[in-house]
């Protein structure tokens, strides 16, 4: 049993919050709830206090536990929704409540949900808020894109309660917290007999710093290879993957370039962004800001042909009963990333496969990790509408000699966490001073 101080902030997505604390405690887990006062306009006391959560006050002289106590028994901090108004209270070290004050107390992990409106999330201020928080190695969660209170829509909707809930629970298999649920899950039987990470997806806390002062490039997305003014060839990468590792990247101290092919997710706050279309535009871009990077990792899916001579004009049906595209190759931006690469330089490439079974997949990573030469190859088994597109990923991690390095199920977050760790075990050791000499700019 994992304890586990759960923060309520004032938005109207505190009405989904006790499916939270549900789930947490019929995992096994005590849950303290500490609601803010405007919370309690969403959500009652009653309500918490009827579900059992163990602390229910708000201002730091209530009744109940206070402020040190809940800090020093908590083994995870959670708060959902993180309004706009309280993450700007943690960015700047208030403790003018029982939740802010027991945050500056604490030193276990914490894992923020946002929810707010769009404008509000975008605003600079708070984007600035967030970027302090990640810097300091709390995880702030990008919020979904939706439906809003009222009519709007956009980015700014918590993320869904069981999404929460499954992300605190494999936080705190990856701590090792007691009472966790033990593997962090397995991706079936490959040739190897292919394990979940455990616990050794070490998230946060150990994450935190291990990529100080590093700049990482990271390729999210899918390319479109353009038929015509109108039409376009391209995959179902939606860039997920691509941006968790930014995320994780963010959370570890880098400094951090995501280029997205074609990406509808917001950036995470503190990374910068360049959008390109095609092969060609992603190419071109990643050569270019790879020549400062400590770290490239190639997580776009990229198309391997494109059509030879766009039409520039709309193509007609014309009564035609088939057409032929003529298609050459794209350029092949792993391989000239490793044919110029500086030394030192680590560069991640990945391999969707596509079975028929795991062990084909896995196979064929192994042989293309040894054929490209990649630092790092992430190999996932895209079969059965597998990974692109979704919340989660079951992914090996094999060396340039396609030894597997690790194997991880779970979020694309903990995807992401690992390739991060893997990666940050084999960053070269930098002398001090060194990181003012290669300050290239992305
Ligand atoms: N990649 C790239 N440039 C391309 C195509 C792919 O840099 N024109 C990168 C991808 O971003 C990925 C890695 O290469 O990191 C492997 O992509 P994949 O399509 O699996 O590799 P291919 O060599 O094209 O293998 P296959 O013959 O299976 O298509």
Request: charged share 20%; proline share 5%; glycine share 14%.
């Amino acid at each position: 049993m994992a304890r586990i101080v759960l923060g309520v902030g004032g938005g109207i997505a505190a009405y989904k919050v006790p499916g939270v604390l549900r789930a947490l405690q019929s995992a096994g887990h005590q849950v303290s709830v500490i609601p803010t006062q405007a919370s309690l306009e969403f959500v009652g006391a009653a309500v918490w206090n009827a579900l059992g959560g163990e602390a229910v006050a708000s201002g730091v002289f209530d009744a109940g536990p206070g402020h040190i106590e809940l800090a020093r028994g908590a083994d995870l901090v959670v708060i959902a929704p993180a309004t706009a108004n309280l993450m700007a209270r943690l960015a700047a070290g208030m403790a003018d409540d029982l939740l802010s004050a027991t945050v500056l107390a604490c030193s276990a992990p914490l894992l923020l949900f946002p929810a707010m409106h769009t404008q509000m999330w975008r605003a600079p201020a708070t984007q600035a808020n967030v970027a302090t928080l990640r810097s300091r190695g709390v995880q702030v969660h990008e919020p979904g894109v939706g439906r809003l209170a009222g009519r709007d829509s956009g980015p700014g909707r918590m993320v869904e309660p069981d999404e929460i809930s499954r992300i605190v629970l494999g936080e705190l298999d990856a701590l090792g917290a007691p009472g966790g649920r033990g593997e962090a899950g397995s991706i079936g039987e490959g040739a190897e007999g292919v394990g979940g990470l455990g616990r050794g997806v070490a998230y946060s806390q150990t994450a935190a710093g291990a990529l100080g002062g590093r700049r990482v490039v990271v390729t999210a997305g899918g390319t479109r290879e353009p038929i015509d003014p109108v039409r376009y060839l391209a995959n179902r990468s939606s860039g997920r993957q691509g941006i968790a590792i930014a995320q994780a990247a963010l959370a570890a101290g880098a400094e951090v370039l995501v280029i997205a092919a074609n990406v509808e997710l917001e950036a995470p706050a503190g990374a910068e962004r360049v959008d390109v279309e095609t092969a060609a535009e992603l190419h071109k871009a990643t050569l270019q800001a790879a020549g400062g990077a400590d770290i490239v990792v190639m997580a776009a899916a990229v198309a391997d042909f494109t059509p030879a001579s766009p039409s520039e004009a709309k193509i007609p049906r014309g009564g035609r009963e088939d057409l032929t595209l003529r298609l050459v190759a794209t350029p092949d931006i792993l391989g000239d990333l490793l044919a110029r690469r500086a030394e030192g330089q680590l560069v991640v490439g990945f391999a969707a496969e596509t079975g028929p079974t795991e062990a084909d997949s896995l196979a064929r990573g192994k042989a293309k990790a040894r054929a490209k030469g990649a630092d790092l190859t992430v190999v996932n088994d895209v079969s059965a509408g597998r990974g692109f597109g979704q919340p989660d990923n079951a992914v090996w991690i094999l060396d340039r000699d396609g030894q597997q390095v690790a194997a991880c199920a779970g979020s694309k977050r903990q995807v992401a966490d690992a390739i991060v760790q893997a990666l940050s075990a084999r960053l070269p050791a930098r002398e001090r001073g060194e990181s003012e000499q290669q300050n290239l700019h992305l």
